[in-house]
């Protein structure tokens, strides 16, 4: 068990990003989701792939996580993304994450070019922890190639542990591949390195086999029954837990994860400006929502006080 | 011939950023190379692929673009790349580029989600266009998916010249498919819409097919070859040039074709800093660099002018 970040185990999830109607940020849905995220037991992974993250300036980004801070939200639960292509903004993201108390930050390599050496993203890594210069940073490396085609090699793992241990302090994988998922914890995970699948349904054979938990999109809609995995998972009904969850999952991947999410909180919600994306993603049509709904309805699934998740009156009429 | 943008036709280069030792952008160098490039008869692609953009901040750009133009360079002659992940990044940048007189921008599609739809590019491209709002944009849109992964299809130029006549200009095709530029070609060069190949390997064809030029990288060092052959092309001796060009590309494309050009640059300049990169990408290691020196002197390759390339004194001894 790490002794390092207890606030940064068991399920985290890359926290959905709530737009207004003209796809600027909503504060307010993002302090309501992330205040319902805690109380079902979830930490804040907030600013990853499912946040659209990468679809958010720098100065957003900053603002969105002072509005939770500003809040009174635990920033011992926050493991905020801050890679970036251009280094001067991963570093200053990383430096406000670390300047506002928050427990540990994801961190992609730089996304752009493609085909480059360790080496390259090693200088890459170290120049944005060199930078912070903090003794309070904490790392977690995020390893997501079917997104950011760009990966995070075993060498370089290896590497940046030993220029910088008790910084690098973990990894999201995100290849969807239990087979390395599997190499990384009989390689890595320690009481100083967490290994995180990066999906629920991975969940049973990660903490099996020593890890962490997981950094999981649908923790955003089904987080109770994930965190009750995560907290009962050497019970005898583990399996059967784990395939409720793969079956719930598989529902919101038939359509594009990210949409198919907002379109099941606003429905719930009854907040309708929940389903807004920005550009390159698209909300659901109207008949991938009724279908959504449908197959949900079938297998009885409910997001919990999904009435929170709306945004305040206020903001509704503002939006 | 398109009678819209004649600053922006003929030959283009997506310009080498030089950094000083530190990894900061090197002003006078960036101004030295950009004058150095209008005298060979090249265009300026600032902040493409080869410039290293994605590594650079938004602030940082909208500061080089300043500095060239407070240098007196003529904005007739730029198209800034201004496409962004994130589209308040890309609007910012683009309407910078607007108002400061450019004659016209390149922009690649949002790049972080792979397999998105044309109807969320289209989106994309739209609010970009809507928030700008200015009668003077140009778009040119970048092809470029073996590094973007995210391409732009035929339906979506045809989407997008349909809603947005006059301003979507043209596009620059870096699919490195000669099929592909020649079918654009067909389908789309016009009087209100040019086609640039996205190397000079593919100049002859693509202006025997009615094409405007090419944005190419090895514009930055093999300048004038390249102009000839686009000021010469119905020429007799023609086929000769490109195979002349051909060659010399080669020659750089043996390595990562950034850090060969800085090599280079380096080399005929006498200003060691032009090798500095910033992470991922990273500079040629001596041996590369003694190759690629070798293999230049055997084909009797020589920058021209090359000494006006590095920095001036002053900011070499404060680098």
New interface residues.
């Given amino acids: 068990m790490s002794m390092l970040m207890p606030g940064l185990r068991g399920v985290l999830s890359p926290v959905l990003t709530p737009f207004n109607a003209d796809?600027s940020p909503s504060p307010a849905r993002f302090v309501n989701h992330c205040r319902w995220l805690l109380r079902q037991g979830v930490g804040l992974a907030v600013f990853g792939?499912n946040s659209e993250a990468?679809?958010?300036?720098?100065s957003?980004k900053r603002a969105l996580l002072d509005t939770l801070l500003d809040a009174g939200l635990p920033p011992e639960r926050m493991m905020p993304g801050t890679g970036a292509?251009?280094?001067?903004?991963a570093i200053e993201l990383t430096r406000h994450a670390v300047n506002s108390g928050c427990a540990g930050v994801l961190m992609l390599?730089?996304?752009?070019?493609?085909g480059?050496?360790d080496?390259?993203?090693f200088?890459?890594f170290a120049?944005v922890i060199e930078a912070v210069a903090d003794a309070r940073l904490r790392v977690y490396l995020y390893h997501i190639p079917?997104?950011?085609?760009?990966g995070i090699s075993f060498d370089l793992i290896e590497r940046l542990l030993m220029r910088y241990p008790g910084v690098i302090a973990g990894i999201k994988d995100s290849s969807g591949d239990w087979t390395h998922t599997a190499a990384l914890l009989k390689e890595f995970q320690s009481d100083r390195f967490d290994v995180f699948a990066g999906t629920e349904t991975l969940l049973l054979p990660t903490l099996q086999n020593g890890g962490a938990g997981c950094i999981t999109a649908t923790g955003n809609v089904n987080a109770a029954a994930i965190v009750r995995l995560a907290d009962h998972w050497r019970e005898a009904d583990a399996a059967a837990q784990q395939q409720r969850l793969n079956d719930t999952r598989a529902i919101f991947q038939r359509y594009p994860i990210i949409a198919a999410m907002k379109a099941a909180i606003a429905w719930q919600s009854g907040d309708p400006h929940w389903t807004t994306m920005?550009?390159?993603?698209?909300e659901l049509d109207d008949a991938q929502q009724h279908e959504l709904q449908q197959a949900l309805t079938q297998i009885g699934f409910e997001i919990e006080d999904a009435s929170t998740l709306a945004a305040d009156l206020q903001e509704t009429s503002a939006a």
Same sequence: chains 1, 2.
């Fill in positions: 796809r792939t990468n679809s958010l300036t720098v957003e292509c251009a280094l001067p903004d390599p730089p996304f752009f070019y493609k480059v050496s080496e390259g993203l200088r890459g120049e079917p997104v950011a085609q760009v920005r550009p390159p993603l698209i």
